[in-house]
């Protein structure tokens, strides 16, 4: 197996726990995480995992993409598969992840970089079929320009955040998170703002 084939198979491997998952469970956590409150938790959980894993010290074992065996994009594919959970990053699940199993930062970035490609296609794809019946003839025209600048939009951003976190770490990142999390069960415990409605 070539270097670009072996690629190819990798984030095969690395979509499919996302991808399963997402399909049979899909609807149930949109229906009891999709919530602010929940989503606020997860905001600060997600932080200290980040936190934690950007203190402590690991081995390198993969330095490079071309590195990766099957067993490590399961891995990732896996910590991808937690990005489910409303509130948390996909990119971030998949670089910590990643950088938790040994892979390098700059190999985790890049890997997760790729990933986002037929993750990013196979979710809009999702929404397409799923909401078909509510699409007319005449509503392809607008909705394929919306999906391809959506699409290139989602792209060039993922693309320059993971140029960032390539060479910065997730701890900025982290806080932010803690900060926001906090703000939004603040206003909730207080009541200052109603988030049932959220």
Request: proline fraction near 3%; glycine fraction near 8%; hydrophobic fraction near 55%.
């Amino acid at each position: 197996m070539s270097l670009a084939q072996r690629f190819v198979f990798n984030l095969i491997i690395a979509f499919m726990p996302a991808a399963l998952l997402g399909l049979a469970f899909g609807k149930a956590i949109k229906g009891h995480l999709f919530h602010p409150v929940p989503v606020a938790i997860a905001f600060i959980v997600g932080a200290l995992v980040i936190l934690w894993v950007e203190r402590r010290e690991y081995r390198v074992r993969v330095q490079q993409v071309d590195d990766m065996t099957w067993r490590d994009a399961l891995k990732i594919g896996i910590a991808q598969a937690f990005a489910l959970i409303p509130g948390t990053s996909r990119s971030g699940a998949t670089i910590i992840g990643g950088m938790l199993f040994g892979l390098s930062r700059r190999a985790a970035t890049e890997f997760s970089f790729f990933l986002a490609v037929p993750t990013l296609i196979a979710a809009g794809a999702y929404d397409l079929i799923k909401n078909r019946n509510l699409l007319q003839a005449s509503d392809l025209g607008p909705f394929a320009v919306g999906f391809v600048a959506s699409f290139i939009s989602a792209f060039l951003c993922v693309r320059w955040l993971l140029r960032y976190i390539a060479t910065h770490d997730f701890s900025a990142f982290a806080w932010y998170r803690i900060v926001f999390g906090l703000a939004v069960l603040g206003t909730a415990y207080f009541g200052v703002v109603d988030w049932s409605q959220g």
